[in-house]
C-alpha cells in the first residue's frame, strides 16, 4: 500500500477547495445566463413545477479540469497524458449535453455520438488488464464499450431529483480518491475523482432542494464517464466487488427500470417518473428524506467496498456484495411503497 506523502496530503485537499470553490464562483457568473437562455421547463420526467435554469454541469466539469489539471502540486507521478485524454472526452460529452439541454437531439443521433466518443477514448487509452480471460479481447473491450456507454446513460437517466447526484456521486468519488490516495487504484484516478468531488461541493448549495440550478445534460453525461473510468480503472487492480459496489444503487434503479418498462412494452426512451426515487417522493416521501437515504446508502456502499479491498478475499467479496445487494433492496422497496401518514 503506497500513502503519499504530507505535502501531497495538503496539495489533495487544496485540489478539492480549489475546484469547490471555482465550481461556485463560475456557478454565481453564469446563473443570470443560464436563467435567460437554459431554463428547464416541467415535463413528463420532471420533478420541479417552475421553471428553473439548468446548466450548472457547465461549472462543475470546467472546475473538475481546472482541479486535476493541477496535478503538478502532487509529490507523485501522473500521466498527463491519461488525465488529459478522459477529460477530453469529458469535455465533449459536456458539449454534446449542452446542445441538448438547448435543443433536445433525437435518441440515435445522441447515443451515436456518444458511441463514437466512448469507443475513441477506449482506442487511445486501452486498459491494461484482462478482465475476462475466456472471451476473446475484441469482445471483452465491446462489452467495455457498452457498459462504459450504458452507465454515462444511467446517471442522466437518475439526475431527476435535487441534490440526487451529489447524494450519489460525492460518496463514490470521495471512496475512488481514497482508493487511489492509498495506492488500491491507479493514481490517475485521483485528481479526477478529487477534483469532481470538490466541484460537487461547490454546485450542492445552488441544488439543495428546493434547487436554484440544475445540473442539467452538460454535467450528467460527462459526470457519468469520468466516474465510469475511474471504476474500470479500479476494477483494473483486481477491485471488481469494489467497482461494482460503489454504484450499485444507481445500477440497480436504472437497470431495473429499464427492463420492467421494456417488459411493459414501453417506449423506455420517452421521459418518465418510474425510477424508484422518483416513484418514492410520488409515494409520500420528503425530497430531502429519498436523498439522504441515498447519500447514507451510498456510504454504506462505500464502507462495504473499502472492506473488500483491505481483506483480500473472494468469500469477503461475495459477503460484501450480499450485503450491499441487500441494502439496495431494502431502499428500494421502501421507495416503492406509499408512506403512512
Given amino acids: 500500500m503506497t500513502v503519499l506523502d504530507p505535502q501531497s496530503t495538503f496539495a489533495a485537499l487544496a485540489i478539492a477547495v480549489a475546484a469547490a470553490l471555482i465550481c461556485a464562483g463560475l456557478i454565481v457568473a453564469l446563473r443570470p445566463l443560464l436563467q435567460r437562455y437554459a431554463l428547464a421547463r416541467p415535463n413528463a420526467r420532471s420533478s420541479h413545477v417552475t421553471p428553473t435554469p439548468q446548466g450548472g454541469g457547465i461549472a462543475v ?17 501522473f500521466s498527463e497524458t491519461t488525465i488529459l485524454t478522459v477529460l477530453a472526452a469529458a469535455l465533449c460529452l459536456a ?93 490517475d484516478t485521483l485528481p479526477i475523482a478529487l477534483a469532481l468531488a470538490g466541484a460537487l461541493l461547490g454546485f450542492a448549495p445552488f441544488n439543495r432542494p428546493v434547487a436554484r440550478l440544475f445540473l442539467g445534460d452538460v454535467g450528467s453525461l460527462p459526470i457519468g464517464l469520468l466516474t465510469g473510468w475511474c471504476l474500470l480503472e479500479l ?88 450485503l450491499g445487494a441487500l441494502g439496495v433492496t431494502i431502499v428500494l422497496v421502501r421507495f416503492s411503497r406509499m408512506q403512512v401518514a
Fill in 61 to 77: 466539469i470546467a472546475a473538475t479540469a481546472i482541479g486535476a489539471a493541477l496535478t503538478g502540486s502532487f509529490g507523485t507521478s
Fill in 95 to 187: 458539449a454534446m449535453g449542452m446542445i441538448d439541454d438547448l435543443r433536445p437531439i433525437p435518441v440515435v443521433p445522441r447515443l451515436t455520438l456518444q458511441l463514437v466518443v466512448v469507443v475513441l477514448l477506449f482506442a487511445a487509452l486501452p486498459l491494461q488488464i484482462r478482465f475476462f480471460e475466456v472471451i476473446p479481447i475484441a469482445l471483452e473491450r465491446a462489452f467495455l464499450v457498452l457498459g462504459l456507454l450504458w452507465f454515462i446513460n444511467l446517471v442522466n437517466f437518475m439526475d431527476g431529483l435535487d441534490w440526487m447526484t451529489v447524494a450519489e456521486m460525492l460518496p463514490m468519488t470521495i471512496a475512488l480518491a481514497v482508493f487511489a490516495f492509498l495506492g488500491e487504484a491507479p493514481v
Fill in 235 to 322: 476494477a483494473s487492480r483486481q477491485h471488481f466487488a469494489a467497482a461494482l459496489l460503489l454504484p450499485l444503487y444507481y445500477l440497480a434503479d436504472a437497470t431495473i427500470t429499464l427492463f420492467r418498462r421494456i417488459a411493459n412494452g414501453e417506449r423506455f426512451w420517452d421521459a418518465h417518473r418510474t425510477h424508484f426515487y422518483q416513484r418514492a417522493t410520488d409515494n409520500g416521501f420528503g425530497v430531502r428524506r429519498v436523498v439522504t437515504d441515498i447519500f447514507l446508502l451510498n456510504f454504506l456502499l462505500a464502507g462495504l467496498a473499502a472492506t473488500s479491498i483491505a481483506i483480500r478475499s473472494t468469500g469477503i467479496d461475495l459477503t460484501m456484495l450480499a
